[in-house]
């Protein structure tokens, strides 16, 4: 039985431990904001904060997270209003908006570490993130006007 | 920061998931049992699509006692951004209030929505008009309610806002209020409909809208295809033939059973291929959810027959293909004397360009959910072809359409791969075998494995120079496998379709072209790929351009221009068969050489061609027209000494006509700056014993952040009612590439002749 912790409610798994994080979060506690986009840690679809630092659950087995807080995009901020979240619609950052919710979790992630990221920082934390629709342009600004709230 | 405002939103799958199909209570405007068909003031090649268009207020707009207005969303959203813009044409047209507006999208149902294949770049080339036929319908009704209420004249009433005022005594009534009188009013005849004045739109051509699932994407509440979740809802994955036209030998599926949470191992029906979009077959792995599924299917162990294709290759196929180009092929297109003239010119410059297949990887791999109960089935998914979608499954499943309901969930991506329902059909094949719903997820690696891929193709361009160093002969031979083939076996040549897309109607100005097709022969799916076959031919055609003017010290700007010749309508002549013209009436969509020279002209302005730039920087440039629209790029490159290139600036100009949203077109065009940066760098599926050889994005890499340009410029030109409107999707990438490796050439001198870059400029 492994407890841990998913947006502030205490939840446990007697499943497989091997099982990644993601298909628990989606398919056994039906949090669907998660997204499976490669399975490798190569996208950033899947991206959740694990103890406020971002990870990628496609990879991240259930038996690494007993004791463990994990935050995913339903559980950034009780309203959706979190700065990063409000950047994503001043700038009207998604086409598709699948990968989103990666990259709104990897870019909170970085300002939680550095707060003023540069250009150079902005482009280098979320290079692992892929944007197939090309919002990249505007991912980079929207981060830049969450970091600076202008 | 523009402010936007932003509507309150239903989705028909996710409601229909949570309380089962119905209908919003208060819907005054209710469906009839036929719908009225559309008309255009300008004709296009909408009535040529399956079930055409449909402009009836009824079937597209419900106003309910508490003003709320819900709009019908019938097309697909991939990212685009239709599901908004559409919506908010027909709220213009009626005078509703955007923040009072809910969009609800639409099941597979053409015979009451008209065509729902979101393809082609033609949402609003299609749609727009129907839409403002709906939103003026809807809003002549309401007058008419109000003027009988108040017993006044229609004349007299207007509406605005949300709300019909009587202008002389200043009475008011709301949208609400109306409704249900509204309801009642006979619909107004399409030639008695008066549209709004164009000075007169609130939203269209504004950009102030922003996108409907806005708020959902960025608090992961959108729903995608794998998003629906159902009760005794089981998960499989799939293990598929690696050589299309392979078939399941036999399978073992003990260690499979083995591993937690996996429940039942299946064998899964295939189609003989060529099949359009059946499934390929293989063996299902039944779990309790995704994960297990997956890792089940890791130990399995399966025997393959691969079939006839098993010995396809890419490095000899590519042989052929180029050999084939080298020799003369099937005449599509035939002005003048090209053969002579190319014999006397004084100078020949030939360019033999090879582009590989491309997968199209979107960031959602291919899912879907089906529930079979009895003889209906209902599914979820992420479709471009809710239409097709239904129809297919009926096929399959050997029942009606009419007990076939297809909620059409949002795409995380589509790009063409989604115009294929295979995924879909693997679904319900399974819910109906297991008794139980059914949710389908291909991996990564099952998504660029089995790809309905982009066709892989060799161009030879050869043109003829007299002494001025003017273009006088033209001979441009295409040779790649069609789309033809995954529909019907044998199929060598590709379709006017295709011809059609940058090769036939080459809109230069040179007395003697000649365009030839030699036969190629398909190895595995080959499906449209966003922007289609305009990305080999625009590629071929734009550097080639770049080659004659190296060849001829000209800038290419100034050859560009002069090879697309003066201002004038294009005629290709009575040799090109069928120029398709992207099924639009030539009436309404010539090929105008003036457009293509506008959007040379602006961009060059506005991208500021000819600047100086540091030492190791390039510029080039390209224009194409496709799916109607016309646009031209500048790039801005700069290769360091160890052949690393950035991408310092990127400038646009796109002529798409008359507009609706300009916000989308420029987040349109700023991704299809990435997607053909993308397929430019490292764009290539390759094959091996018929196996394709990449499977995720380390080993078929796509760009990331910290590749993109740094500054994306996009210039929208070609406002105007009088200009009917054309794509936006698909236009933007078929320039890209060729002004990118046009600025590479002209930063090191490394002439990029096939696609990807990979390691060439490291060699220089």
Redesign the interface.
Known sequence: MIKLTVNGQERSWDGDPSLPLLWYLRDEAGLTGTKFGCGKALCGACTVHVEGQAARSCITPMSDLAGQKVTTIEGLDAHGDHPVQKAWREVNVPQCGFCQAGQIMQASALLLQNPHPSHDEIRESMSGNICRCGCYQRIEEAVRVAATGA | ?QH?IAPRIENVSRRAMLRGMGITAGLVLAAPVLSRRGFAAYKTGADKMPHGTVNDPRVFVAIAPDGIVTIIASRA?????SRTSLPMVVADEMEADWSRVHVKQAPGDEVKYGNQDTDGSRSMRHFLMPMRQVGAAARMMLETAAAKRWNVAVTEVKAVNHEVIHTASGRKLGFGELANDAAKQPVVEASQLQLKDPKDFRYIGKGKV??V???D????????G??T?LPGMK?AVIARPPVVGGKLVSFDPKDALK???VEKVMEVKGYPWPSKFQPLGGVAVIA?????A??GRDALKVVWDDGANAKYDSVSYRAELEDAARKPGEVVRNNGDAEAALKTADKVVVGEYYLPHFAH?????PAAVAHVTGNKVEVWAPVQSPGGTREDLAKTLGIPDSDVTVNVT??????GRKSKCDFVLEAALLSKAIGAPVKV?W??EDDVRHDFFHTVSAERIEAGLDKSGKVVAWRHRSVAPTIMSTFVAGAKHQAPFELGMGLVDVPFDIPNIRCENPEAVAHTRIGWFRSVSNIPHGFAVQTMVAEIAHATGRDPKEVLLELIGPARLVDVGPSVKDLWDYGEPLASYPIDAGRLRGVVELVADKGEWGRSLPKGHGLGIAVHRSFVSYVATIVEVAVDDKGKLTIPRVDTAIDCGTYVNP?RIR??I??????GL?LAKYGEVTFKNGRAMQG???DHP?????E??MV?NVHITGFGPDTPPSGVGEPGVPPFAPALCNAIFAATGKRIRSLPIGKQLEST
């Open positions: 920061m936007f959203e991939m990212g685009t951004g922003s996108i699932d806005l708020h994407i960025t608090t992961g509440k959108a729903m995608y794998a998003d979740r998960y591993v937690p949470g309790r959810n995704t994960g297990a997956i890792m990887v979107s960031m959602e791999p949002l795409l995380g991506g589509g790009f997820q991996t990564r916000e987040s349109q700023e991704g299809a700056a990435i997607m993308s995720n994005f380390d796509v760009a990331r952040i910290d993109a340009p994306t």
